[in-house]
């Protein structure tokens, strides 16, 4: 089967510059058949592990909010709304999903939850115009507290 897609690596890499959905579609087709030798390996490289850190930087962005809605959520109970409980089960489904099509994102989610945790903290007091020192340093909810369908701060 031969391609209709440009086949020269370097068209490829000025493919890539010039048109990047283009690129895209070659790069599959090139995967399909086997062409290997004229992949433009070193934008595919690229591409590929930008993924890997867009997935990462998905995970700490959805463990954020969530976290900055549970604090809201457990500090500013007076002020609670449909929209904090539709953010909160969002944010939880979105994390979960994630973990599903991609189980090994779970370890990062462990390794980043403090720090997400001091991101949520600082956004919530600007966010609730509560001083910082109002929310606790140290976490108030688990991991598994966080990722719980059925678990809601007192």
Avoid at 9 to 29: C, G, H, I, V
Avoid at 88 to 115: C, D, G, M
Avoid at 128 to 137: A, N, Q, S
């Amino acid at each position: 089967m031969t391609s209709s897609f440009p086949t020269a690596a370097n068209n490829l890499s000025t493919l890539y510059e010039q048109d990047y959905y283009l690129w895209l579609e070659t790069t599959a087709r090139l995967l399909q058949e086997g062409q290997l030798s004229v992949l433009d390996v070193a934008n595919l490289l690229e591409e590929i592990e930008d993924m890997g850190r867009s997935e990462k930087r998905a995970v700490y962005s959805n463990l954020k909010i969530l976290l900055i809605h549970l604090l809201k959520y457990s500090y500013q109970s007076e002020k609670r709304s449909s929209s904090w409980l539709a953010s909160i089960v969002e944010h939880r489904q979105r994390l979960k999903k994630a973990f599903k099509e991609s189980p090994s994102l779970q370890p990062y989610f462990t390794e980043i939850f403090n720090e997400c945790y001091q991101d949520a903290r600082e956004l919530a007091s600007a966010e609730t115009g509560l001083e910082i020192e109002r929310f606790p340093v140290e976490t108030p909810f688990t991991p598994e507290e966080t990722l719980d369908s059925d678990y809601l701060p007192d």
